[in-house]
């Protein structure tokens, strides 16, 4: 909802990814004058490092950002939907799990096209402005001043009623509210590090089931692969930093495939994932939280900057896009007063966010199909398992209660034969059952 008590007001977003370019077109609606400050160059001049870009999973979350905004039906036509996880296991044997029923699914979209689109988006607006190449180096919002270098590395002061800190997980905005009392962050790098690999396209077609996300688990590693619009398949292996230090040659590479990935080696050829593997070396994955999300009314975090995750839920993207259409909401409902949204904001959506970092790091629920809050998703969690216990714990007392029962009445009948009875069979039948009823009780998520 745009309204004139806007009108005038500056925004500074910092950080022109994902999180950020979303985040400028929400506030552009808003008729704030946005500016946007990226550090990198204009990624829709540039040549990717790569040539190729990360995939991502697009799911219902980010969905609905994407569509306040107006922009889901461009996003979604550029996306492959996954209908199901394909299991590959080490025989080469393929189970398909479907992630709901036939109308849901999740997209596999090119990071890289994504954020060029939502970049595009941003500079429709005549009040918002991106500015590349320009890296933020020091910040004080409560004055709203900041100071960026440009292209021309000349420092340079610029002034803003607001501070919004899209910077990612290394986030420089992040660092200075720091520095204020009573403010909490923590980080943990997990002991796994991530590559990109490649499965392309056979005879013009998709070597795999298009239409899944296919994962190879294997115990300390795991690959995952996206389909791409162009029949290719972005391909992701995780393993811990140590086994990627053991493996310095191309024999070295090609064993390890051999022995726990074998049927991907003819999907990606033996020279395409000798070139991948040896491109780059392994990256990081590192856990982030920080409280509070925002500093009085004058700045505030979102996306990475506020809690970056493991990828294992695959809700990264879509968290931060959920920080955007949550913040909005809130303007709404706060008639964009910044001096009630923000604390508002970071009341209500921390618990989401600190939750979605611990179901990351477990990946035991899925919600990936409705806007539970992730904190209730985890509280359903805990409740679900105390129940779960509780009852078998009756189940196992009374069947407990009844063995013993049975077991008074057959001595008090036939006092002989219960001794001459093997010893394996006694209650064994009891406890199978309780534990074939424990098998069968049916998860929420």
Known sequence: MAS?????????VIGGGLVGALNACFLAKRNFQVDVYEAREDIRVAKSARG??????????????LKAIGLEDQIVSKGVPMKARMIHSLSGKKSAIPYGNKSQYILSISRENLNK???????????????????????????????????????????????????????????????????????????????????????????????????????????????????????????????????????????????????AIPLM????????????????????????????????????????????????????FEDCLVFDELMDKFNNNLSMCLPEFSRFRIPDDHAISDLSMYNYIEVAFTRIRYHEAVLRWHWQK?????????????IAIGGTYLLVHHLSLRPLEFLRRPAWMGTTGYWTRSTDISLQVPWSY
């Open 117 to 263: 689109d939502l970049l595009t988006a941003v500079e429709s607006y005549a009040n918002a402005k991106v500015h590349f190449g320009h890296k933020l180096s020091k910040c004080i919002p409560e004055e709203g001043v900041l100071t960026v270098l440009g292209p021309d590395k000349v420092p340079r002061d610029v002034t803003c009623d607001l501070v919004v800190g899209c910077d990612g997980a290394y986030s420089t905005v992040r660092a200075h509210l720091m520095k204020k009392p009573r403010f909490d962050y923590t980080q943990q790098y997990i002991p796994h590090g991530y590559m990109e690999l490649t499965i392309p396209p056979k005879n013009g077609e998709y070597a795999m089931e298009p239409n899944c996300l296919h994962i190879w688990p294997r115990n300390a590693y795991m690959m995952i692969a996206l389909p791409n619009m162009d029949k290719s398949f972005t391909c992701t292996l995780f393993m811990p930093f140590e086994e990627f230090e053991r493996l310095p040659t191309r024999s070295d590479v090609l064993d390890f495939f051999q022995k726990n990935f074998p049927d």
């Open 386 to 398: 105390k129940v779960i216990n509780r009852g078998l714990f009756v189940l196992g007392s009374l």
């Open 4 to 12: 004139s008590d806007t009108q005038g007001k500056r925004v500074a």
């Open 269 to 320: 050829g033996e020279q395409a994932l000798m070139r991948d593997f040896f491109l780059l070396p392994a990256q990081p994955m590192i856990s982030v939280k920080c409280s509070p999300f925002h500093l009085k009314s004058h700045c505030v975090l979102m996306g990475d900057a506020a809690h970056a995750i493991v990828p294992f839920f695959g809700q990264g993207m879509n968290a931060g």
């Open 52 to 65: 190729r870009s990360i995939n991502l999973a697009l799911s219902y979350r980010g969905r609905q950002a």
